[in-house]
Every structure is written in C-alpha cells, then in structure tokens.
C-alpha cells in the first residue's frame, strides 16, 4: 500500500494494539504492506504460521508478531492475534474513500414521504420511492434504487447501482457493493395450459445488521413470507440466494456460489465458490462446503464437505488418490483378465 501522510513512532501503534515494544519503540511508520511487498517505512505482518527466519528477509522497517520470542533485524510489535493487529493498521494507514457530500444530490429523485435519518447523503441519479426510509449516516452512492416501502439502516452503505426492491430491508452497518440486487421476484413457476406460469412472488427480504453483500450478488424477494440473512454474514460477488432461503447469523458465501429456494443455513456456515445447494433442505451449524461442491439434500452440523455430491471431506480426499491411480489400475485389471483368460482356454 502506499505510503499515507499519517506517520507514527512503532510505540504509538503498540498502545493503540494493546502490544509490546521489541527493539526501537522510536522507529517511524509511514505505511501498512503484506509481507513480501513491504518496503522501508512500512510495518508488515508475520503470522502465527509464518516461519521466524522469515523475518531476516523482510524489507519492513518493522513487523507485528504473536508472542513468542523470536530474533530479528528489525523491531517487532508483540500482540495476542497480528491477523486482527494488522487489519487494524489497514484500516488506520488506508486512504479516506470518497463520500458523497451530505444531503441530497440534485439530480436524484425522492419521494415526498420518503423518510431520512440525519447526516445521510445521497449521491447523483439515485431514485427513492414512496415511503421509503433511510437510517442515520447512511450513504446511498450513484444509481441506487429503493423501492416503496423499503429501509436502509444507519450506518450502511449502498455501493452504486443498488437495487433494493419494494418492501425489503437492509440492517445497520451494512455495505451492498455495486450491482447487488435485493428482493428480485423469486424464481417461481408452474406449467400449466401448455406454458409456464409465473407463482406471485409476494414475500420481502430483510438482511439483518453487520451483512456485506458483494457486487453483482442476487437475494431474491420470498414468494410469500421472508427471504432472511443473518447478523455478520459475509456474501462474496455474484452469489445467487433464492426465494425463501434462511441464512444464519456469521456465515460466509464465497462467490459464484447458488442457493436455491427455501434452503436454510443454520449459524456460522462456510459455502465455497461456485458451489451449490438444492431447495428444501438444511445445512447444520457449523458446516464447511468446499469450491464445487454440490449438496443435494440436507447436512448435519459441523462437517467438512467436498464433491459433487458432496461427501466427508476426509473421504474425497481418499477418492481422489483413487481417481489417480485409474489408469494404472484400469491397466492391471486388463492384464488380469487376459491371464483368467488363458487359464480357463482348454489345454489340450
């Protein structure tokens, strides 16, 4: 990361970590970088897993590690947890994004009784329907769209071209990156008099607090009832979540991943990308589904998962040593069979 006009002394970030000193508490810091880009006037990280004699290759005018003891050329910051230490000074170091001026731009749309919070600012080309309410601090970038009825909760940030239809709700501290659409009708059909008919889809969607949502990802409305996320779920880029699914409180979805309709996640569920799930079934609390992976039907809690169907991980992974060796087995059974062959031919 570049350098930010923010400079402090390596004691001023151990205070602020809650770390200790080893070697000179007077270095000065100018910027935050991942270890093997950092330069001079950068702090970088060495994590629990890193190996010590790491650190007499870095280029970092200093290092944050756990508290172990450890040797190096240059002075290290000791905390409890450098992932969440290092996030920390990101954060501080980072560059101040752009933030809509206060207010309403000109050029966006509101409704008469349109609801507003204070210190909410909307940015240009936004249209805001009837009745809709914005919480405190809020930001609602370029191009976004709130349907009738619909809520957006303090301190969230709509990211622009946000959809968020009529009668749908998102949670404080939430960010919507580009592009997410909340609440499009779910996909509901029956056929019927030699054509698809279209099931109403009358439900709403309501993303509870602390939910990021990635670009591009679709939430569709509940064909009657809630389509729900859970508190702190994180949701990566493109990801498609059906009518009527449940997701619990701190899961993560990672992209490209598909959730179909009136599946339930319980809490603290991990999906990998591209994966995907059936309808009407229920992944236990605390389950792991890797990339790819594909769950037809329900899951008990706090299990590893991988393949298409999914099975124990432990076991895919014994699969695939298997899937290796085909070729060669395919070659003895061959083999075999032309010897089983030769012995059952009559001799004479």
Not at 253 to 281: F, K, M
């Amino acid at each position: 990361m570049a350098a930010s006009s923010r400079i402090y002394s390596l004691a001023d970030l151990a205070e602020m970590l809650g770390g200790a000193v080893a070697g000179e508490a007077s270095t000065l810091i100018r910027g935050v970088a991942v270890f093997g880009e950092a330069q001079p006037g950068d702090i970088t990280c060495l994590l629990p897993d890193g190996h010590t004699h790491d650190l007499a290759r870095t280029r970092a005018s200093a290092v944050i590690c756990a508290r172990d003891p450890r040797e190096a050329v240059v002075p290290l910051i000791h905390v409890d947890d450098p992932r969440l230490a290092f996030q920390s000074l990101v954060r501080l170091f980072g560059p101040e994004y752009f933030r809509p001026t206060l207010g309403v731009h000109p050029t966006s749309v509101v409704a008469a009784d349109a609801v507003f919070g204070e210190g909410v600012a909307v940015g240009p080309q936004c249209t805001i329907e009837a009745g809709a309410r914005i919480g405190d601090r809020a930001i609602i970038m370029a191009g976004c769209y709130l349907g009738v009825r619909s809520s957006v909760g303090e301190d969230t940030v709509l990211y622009p071209g946000v959809t968020v239809r009529e009668g749908c709700t998102v949670g404080a501290c939430c960010v919507v990156h580009a592009g997410a659409v909340i609440g499009a009708d779910g996909f509901g059909y029956v056929f019927e008099a030699g054509r698809f008919q279209k099931v109403p889809q009358i439900g709403n969607v309501v993303v509870d607090r602390d939910v990021e949502i990635g670009a591009n990802a679709s939430i569709d409305r509940a064909a009657t009832d809630t389509t729900r996320v859970g508190t702190g779920t994180k949701i990566a880029n493109l990801v498609q979540i059906g009518h009527n699914v449940v997701v619990g409180r701190h899961c993560v979805i990672r992209a490209q991943a598909g959730i179909a309709g009136s599946t339930e996640l319980e809490d603290s569920v991990v999906i990998g990308e591209r994966a995907a799930l059936n309808d009407h079934i229920r992944i236990g609390q605390g389950v792991e589904i890797s990339a790819r992976g594909g769950v037809p039907r329900s899951v008990p809690a706090n299990i590893a998962l991988s393949g298409s169907p999914v099975v124990p991980h432990r076991l895919f992974l014994r699969i695939i040593v298997c899937m290796r060796k085909l070729p060669q087995m395919f070659q003895r059974i061959t083999a075999l069979e032309r010897r089983v062959t030769r012995l059952e031919e009559p001799h004479e």
